[in-house]
């Protein structure tokens, strides 16, 4: 059965999700590099995704929740025009510096609401929402954002962590009701698979593709060992990840899904 969220979004709720992501930002790269097993993690995740975006040259793009413009370049890069928007003021701003280093100075990023699009109605060919909507408590509402800003046949690529996934198991078994500890975000609900496509499905999305992917052994251990360690388990997950894909296709930490909004008739 799928945990109950409370839809709506107050106030006080969302400035303490932008906060922590304000929080974040700084040391964000920083955090990913120090530790082979969030790096790898990340280095599946942009890859999957921008792989089922497929952006083309001349497309117009919205990354929902960009925070400091991790997939942006390559999809500049593809030659399609892109809007990043995030809740995070320093997420957009550290993006934006990344950016310009990366020598894209003029990329349009702004802070917003992914649940009040601040765009015009079927003006986008693909939205990446990635990593976000858990962090979204009316996520249905951002998901017929998305469906309102996307044209007809657009094409939205979303991921998100898997309930059902070993991580899954980590965080709502071990860590919260086994260990006691208390999770760090103040507002982190993950989905099952079933659960994401009957989401998109509900708001009037045509899902095409699903999948999973990133089958590192958890979090509890795994981003506490040493380096070395971590790096020797990078090693075997990199190279049993295509096989465990095949065998397990919906448990890995990441759902990933590409779904259609419809052509009209």
Known sequence: MANTVRPGNT????????????????????????????????????????SML????????LDVGCGN???IVPILDAKARIIGIDVSEEMIRQGKIDLAR?????????????????????????????????????????????????????????STPNRASWYGFDRYVL????????????????????????LLREHGFHVVVTGTVCYVPGFVLTYFLPR??????????????????????RYGYLSVVMAKKPDRL
């Open 11 to 50: 106030r006080s709720e969302a400035s303490a999700i932008a906060h922590f992501f304000d929080e974040m930002a700084p040391q964000r790269n920083e955090l990913l590099r120090s530790n082979p097993i969030l790096d790898y993690e990340q280095a599946v995740r942009s890859r999957t995704v921008l």
């Open 175 to 198: 860590w919260t009701k086994m260990l006691g500890r208390t999770w760090n975000h103040p507002f982190d609900h993950w989905r099952t698979m079933d659960e994401v496509c009957q």
């Open 228 to 249: 070395l360690v971590q790096r020797a388990i990078v090693a075997g997950v990199r190279k049993w990840e295509p096989v465990a894909a095949l065998l397990a296709p």
């Open 102 to 158: 990366a020598g894209f100075p003029d990329v349009e990023l702004k802070v917003g609401d992914a649940t009040q699009l601040k765009l015009s109605s079927e003006s986008f060919d693909g939205v990446l929402c990635s990593e976000v909507i858990e962090h979204i408590p009316d996520a249905a509402k951002a998901i017929r954002e998305i469906h309102r800003v996307l044209k007809p046949g657009g094409r939205l690529v979303l």
């Open 69 to 71: 413009a991790r997939d």
């Open 54 to 61: 497929k952006a083309q040259p001349g497309e117009t793009i």
